[in-house]
Each structure stands twice: as structure tokens, then as C-alpha cells.
């Protein structure tokens, strides 16, 4: 049986991600989200919890990980950071793998990568998708956020590939500076033109 068409979702902070992967779920396209995975392997019972408590004790409870506590003992620490990638990643990609048999007989999925570019994940996928809007909304949306700063804002768009470098690099672009609704006949029209490149009976 031939695979599924494979699209990488991904954009910036504050381009409006997390609404275009609604968007996509409402129209029938199993997406599957890095981010929830993680937080459902390292939350309340979370299979690697007895792993990353081994590694760093003291950082997990009975809700799962403390991450501010967990945070403070990888940040700026390569190694320790190594050490925790080393037990997530392949707990991930196992998740990611469940996804793909399940749904085999799709014409298309999308994965939801936030640090695509970043982490070099372009070349097993069939086609990236790129969430953009113009700056200064981009900047409004994030500063907006419960203890969001300019500062912490500035520090994140420091560790991510520039929009426009993003832009440049996608198959396609869609485009959240506009009303939800003109997004959702972007998305439902890259849809259909997806779905189409690889038919279903």
C-alpha cells in the first residue's frame, strides 16, 4: 500500500500555528502534534517519567514534571540537555511511528513540528507548510500572552530560523495576517490540492 502524503507544519512563535492545525483537524487530516506528545509522555503518569527523574532527580511529581525545575537543570548545559533529548527523541519518534500505521490509509497527514527547520526534519516529508503573518501582528500576539516580555520574546525569535528564511524554504505558505476566515479557505484549498496529489479510493 503506498504511504500517505507527508506535510510538515511549522512557523514561528505567535504566527498562528496551533489555529491553521485546528483548522486542518476540522477538515478530516489526522495531524500529530511533537509538542502534545511530549507533554503527554513527560505529564501525570507519563511513561518517561521513571527515565528523567533517574537523570535529573528530583524533577518529576506526582503531576508529571516540574518543568521550571527541569528547565533550570538544562538550560545552558549541553550535556545535560544531550542526556534529556537522549531519552525523549526515540519516545517521540515511536509515537510518530504508532501515527503513521494508523493512519496508513489516508491520502494525507501533517505533522506538527514547531522547530522543523531547526532540528533539520525537511527532507522525510513531502511538502512544508509555513504559518506566517506580518511582524508587528506577530510581535502583538506574543506580547499579549500571560507573562510574555519583550525581552523573553526577542530571546525566542533569537533561536528560531528567521520568517522570512521560513518563507523562502516552503512548498506552501499560508497566511494568518488576514481574517480566520480567508485562513480557513487557504488551508481548505491547500488541502483539496494536497489530497489530490496522492488519490484514495
Do not use: C, W, Y
Not at 478530516?28 to 521513571?50: C, T, Y
Not at 525581552?151 to 522570512?164: G, M, T
Not at 505558505?173 to 496522492?198: P, S, Y
Amino acid at each position: 500500500m503506498s504511504r500517505p502524503f507527508i506535510a510538515g507544519l511549522t512557523g514561528s512563535i505567535g504566527m498562528g500555528k496551533s489555529a491553521v492545525a485546528l483548522m486542518l483537524r476540522e477538515l478530516g487530516v489526522p495531524v500529530f502534534d511533537a509538542d502534545a506528545a511530549v507533554h503527554q509522555l513527560q505529564g501525570p503518569g507519563g511513561v518517561l517519567l521513571p527515565a528523567i527523574e533517574a537523570a535529573f532527580p528530583g524533577t518529576t511529581g506526582p503531576d508529571g514534571v516540574k518543568r521550571q525545575e527541569l528547565g533550570t537543570r538544562v538550560f545552558g548545559d549541553a550535556v545535560a540537555l544531550k542526556r534529556l533529548e537522549a531519552i525523549v527523541h526515540p519516545a517521540v519518534a515511536q509515537m510518530r511511528e504508532a501515527f503513521m500505521i494508523e493512519h496508513m490509509g489516508e491520502s494525507l497527514i501533517v505533522f506538527d513540528i514547531p522547530l522543523l527547520f531547526e532540528k533539520g526534519h525537511g527532507p522525510d516529508l513531502d511538502a512544508v507548510l509555513v504559518v506566517s503573518a506580518p511582524a508587528e501582528m506577530q510581535r502583538a500576539r506574543v506580547l499579549a500572552r500571560p507573562g510574555m516580555t519583550p525581552e523573553k520574546f526577542a530571546h525566542i525569535l533569537s533561536l528560531q530560523v528567521p520568517d522570512a528564511e521560513k518563507r523562502a524554504r516552503a512548498t506552501h505558505m499560508i497566511d494568518t495576517g488576514v481574517t480566520l476566515e480567508q485562513t480557513r479557505g487557504q488551508v481548505a484549498g491547500l488541502v483539496a490540492a494536497l489530497r489530490e496529489k496522492n488519490p484514495r479510493d
